[in-house]
């Protein structure tokens, strides 16, 4: 067997060798191959046909590929599954290679490496969500992160300990994480879903970090973009290097840093997102969120400003009165609003359409998107430029040369790709117009040429010809051969037995032109191309800006258009521990209830504090709505600190610095949990982390334990939260024991949820008022449930007797006297007879009476009673 290693094969061998841990897809004409391992692992991953292609030290090289042209669809596939792809492409033409020698190898590199957080195109992102790239570390016991979304432009930093490295993971959805190799934070970024990737610690090298931003920024200090610790230079010097490696040194339209200060945002925690279901609903989608129910921007950037809000909402009380004031603009100009929504439908991404043009990735599309954006943002400065707008509308304007220059240069509708041809408009290049036309309209600019030359010979039967052997000719007959002949514009070629040819320097120049027209064409546009990127690069940060405020008008217009729509009022936010909330709605469930033509039965909430906690001891039955009034005050305090209104009829709410929620079942067995695991760890991240502007929700603590082991429990974290934490906080519970701590605990007041009784069936008011629950009503809601009627009559029969017991101050004689395990079942109690009222309401159409028919209907009724 040869062991010889074939010149491509070495080739491969060596640019594998500087990506080892990805995929490499080595680019081979119109696919991409990959061999040996990575082509095992990619069919199998991507399910496609794994083949062979000759040996290598005498084993078969396995190989698969896929077209170069739907290669996004691939990598979006082996992205999601956790692979990192090293796209290697040609670097020369084959007839520049074989210039070199006819047994040489097109040169190629790695020109990119593809990874969780390095995406741009659009076909592998959400349009309406942030891909986020991050850096952490810890210098000194100081530990700071830096994040980007390279398809945006976007980077920022934080201080960040240790201990909040898991909640701005979540917070910021952090698709890739870099850290020093002894970091130690895998279980972190494991429990976020972040992929991790190390670097060695010389790149988060405060020193060198700070000279690479400087390069990167062309500025002489940083201290303009703030005042910045060691580790935060770190982190983002490391950012910084890692984008460089992946783009293979095309770095992205990097905007200056913004460094976030620590206390700036509301601080929520992994399992509080989860819980309130903020960003993303119980499947993973959008579907049944807070965003998915009250997003209605219009935009690209408007969603992705949304979500940021929604995740991070600010604890600056200056900063929310500012967004509330610029919403209040909004609703009080319904028409101006509905205009300025109807030209922002018009607006195309232009941050991320930027963000590829600075990585020479873009496409002749990113050139339109620019142009019509910047068209966009100038149509609605002049629809706003009278008006008391309180936004900074400058930033719209100012691009007209570079807008006149797009709008000059460019089609109405550019082509998906370079090679399509057809980017450049008629009359923007004369050269570009003369290679079209000769391109396009040959036959005809042969036959000008043909006319002139019979005009200025007198010979008519002169024609312009074509063969394969001459290319273009003219031809006359040997009669007047003698006279072209004399004439020195015309160059002999070939004389045959009846006829004579000829040529002409403007005839060769013009053969020259046509048989290149397409590829010159080709390249005047690849030219135009590179000067109309060039200028808008020149000018990213305006345009940038200018997509900012597009967002911004977008968001506060989308959010005046929910207000009108569901009837929101603008919350009271200020500096003190109030909660005062006068028919206060969920409105998720809102939304929800109105596609199902039912109302939402609103509720208020009075939870302020002076000096101490303030908390609600929630009890009643499930199904009567605690976890909703308990989630949807959670989600107003959300809402008012993102700067929105809130789903109430007033609102005023002192600043929450943390929110927590405890709330709903779950386990975490892949890591040994159970559901009163998960339980308690939440709890306890409560407790050890709730100071007094806390905001705390706690639903059924202790349930998953034997019945004292929890009351138990949950008696001792309501003292603890009361106590120590001070903070504000609603506690619902089924451990109506806990009710007498409302006379022992200054701050704590009971609370719950209406129902009425009706022969044996419980009907739920989900109203919310003073007060304790004396039952549970388990067995009542088991029957609304559909358990049988057996399993429900025996139910009662028990919960009667263990009821007596625990009267009688003992359960042994219960145990004894009750044969728990019967063999033969209690028969089920006899379903209740109708009554003559009863039958007669059956028929009855509520909505359908006139007020003289319902009293009819009352003394009919009457009379049956």
């Known amino acids: 067997m040869s062991s010889t290693v074939t010149p491509m094969m070495a080739q491969y061998l060596g640019i594998k060798d500087e990506a080892p841990d990805a995929l490499l897809f080595y680019r081979m004409g119109d696919f991409y191959e990959l061999f040996f391992d990575d082509a095992v692992a990619a069919a199998a991953a991507l399910d496609i046909a794994l083949t062979k292609r000759g040996k290598h030290l005498g084993e078969d090289i396995a190989m698969c590929g896929v077209p170069v042209h739907s290669a996004e669809g691939y990598l979006m596939t082996l992205i999601r599954k956790g692979f990192r792809v090293a796209v290697c492409e040609q670097l020369e033409t084959p007839e520049a290679a074989k210039a070199r020698g006819s047994k040489s190898v097109v040169n190629r590199g790695i020109v990119r490496l593809v990874t969780p957080g390095t995406l741009t195109e659009d076909t592998l992102l959400e349009a309406r969500a942030h891909n986020h790239l991050a850096a952490w570390v810890e210098v000194r016991g100081e530990g700071a992160l830096a994040w980007a979304d390279i398809s945006t432009g976007a980077f920022h930093v934080t201080p960040c300990p240790r201990v909040r490295l898991g909640p701005d993971l979540a917070r910021l959805g952090v698709r890739e994480l870099i850290v020093t190799e002894s970091a130690g934070v895998e279980a972190v970024a494991d429990d976020q879903g972040t992929a991790l990737t190390p670097l060695g610690a010389s790149a988060f090298d405060s020193a060198s970090a700070e ?29 910084v290097e890692y984008v460089e490696i992946t783009q293979r040194g095309r770095l992205p339209a990097l905007r200056p840093p913004r460094r976030e200060a620590a206390n700036a945002l509301m601080a929520i ?73 109807a030209r922002l439908r018009q607006a195309p991404d232009m941050d991320r359409a930027l963000s590829r043009l600075s990585l020479d990735r873009a496409g002749p599309r990113d050139l339109g998107a620019i142009r019509d954006g910047l068209r966009v943002a100038d149509d609605i400065h002049d629809a706003v430029s009278d008006t008391d707008l309180p936004l900074d509308r400058s930033d719209l304007v100012g691009q007209d040369a570079l807008r006149d220059m797009l ?9 998906v790709q370079m090679r399509d041809g057809g980017l450049v408009a008629s009359g923007f290049d004369p050269d570009l117009d003369d290679a079209r036309r000769l391109r396009d309209e040959g036959r005809g600019v042969i036959a000008g040429l043909q006319s002139h030359y019979v005009e200025a010979t007198g010979i008519a039967s002169l024609k312009i010809k074509h063969n394969n052997v001459l290319g273009y000719f003219i031809e006359t007959t040997a009669t007047h051969g003698e006279t072209m002949r004399a004439d020195a514009t015309f160059m002999h070629r070939q004389t ?24 010159r064409a080709q390249e005047i546009e690849a030219a135009i191309f590179a000067r109309l990127r060039s200028a808008i690069l020149d000018q990213s940060d305006a345009i940038f800006a200018a997509a900012g405020v597009l967002s911004e008008l977008d968001v506060i217009t989308a959010l005046a258009d929910l207000s009108r729509a569901e009837n929101w009022c603008r919350p009271k936010v200020d500096e003190s521990r109030a909660f005062e909330i006068a028919g206060g709605r969920h409105p998720v469930v809102e939304r929800a209830l109105k596609r199902e033509g039912q109302p939402f039965v609103a509720n208020d909430t009075l ?25 949807q005050n959670a989600l107003i305090a959300v809402l008012a600190q993102m700067g929105s209104h809130v789903p109430a009829d007033t609102a005023h709410i002192g600043i929450v610095g943390q929110l927590f929620s405890r709330v709903g079942a779950s386990d975490d067995l892949a890591r040994g949990r159970s559901t009163f695991m998960v339980e308690m760890v939440e709890t306890a991240a409560i407790l050890n982390q709730a100071d007094d502007r806390a905001f705390v929700i706690l639903d059924e603590i202790g349930r998953g334990t034997a019945t004292y082991d929890g009351l138990s429990i949950a008696w001792a974290t309501l003292e603890h939260l009361h106590d120590v934490n001070r903070c504000r906080a609603l506690f619902a519970t089924h451990y109506h024991e806990m009710t007498a701590l409302a006379a022992k605990l200054d701050g704590l007041e009971n609370a719950t949820v209406a129902v009425r009784e009706w022969e044996g069936d419980v009907i739920f008011l989900h109203e919310v008022h003073d007060g304790a629950a004396d039952r549970s009503y388990g067995v009542q809601v088991a029957k609304l449930a559909g358990l049988p009627d057996a399993v429900v009559g025996r139910a009662r029969e028990v919960l009667d007797a263990l009821e007596a017991g625990e009267r009688e101050g003992g359960s042994k004689a219960v145990i004894d006297d009750l044969p728990l395990f019967s063999v033969t079942p209690s028969p089920p109690r006899a379903a209740k007879a109708e009554n003559a009222a009863e039958i007669r309401l059956r028929d009855v159409m509520p909505d359908t009476l006139t007020p003289r028919e319902a009293l009819d209907l009352i003394y009919e009724l009457k009379g049956l009673t």
Do not use: C, Y
């Open 211 to 239: 000279a690479r931003l400087i390069g990167l920024f062309d500025v002489a200090a940083l201290d303009a973009f703030g005042n910045f610790g060691r580790a935060e230079l770190g982190a983002m010097g490391a950012l």
């Open 269 to 341: 925690d992994a399992a509080t997102r989860r819980n309130l279901e903020l960003t993303r609903g119980m499947s993973g989608g959008r579907d049944g969120s807070l965003l998915w129910a009250i997003d209605r921007t219009v935009t690209a950037g408007g969603g992705r400003l949304m979500e940021r809000r929604v995740s991070a909402p600010s604890a600056d009380v200056a900063v929310i009165h500012a967004r509330l004031d610029a919403l209040d603009w909004a609703v009080g100009r319904d028409a101006l609003a509905a205009d300025i929504r």
């Open 407 to 415: 709008d000059a240069a460019l089609v109405a509708e550019p082509p």
């Open 496 to 519: 045959t037995a009846n006829q004579v040819r000829f040529t002409t320097v403007e005839l060769s120049e013009l053969e020259t032109k046509i048989l290149n027209a397409g590829a």
């Open 607 to 631: 939870l302020t504090a002076t000096d101490g906690a303030a908390i609600r001891l929630l009890t009643g039955p499930n199904m009567a709505g605690k976890s909703t009034w308990l989630r």
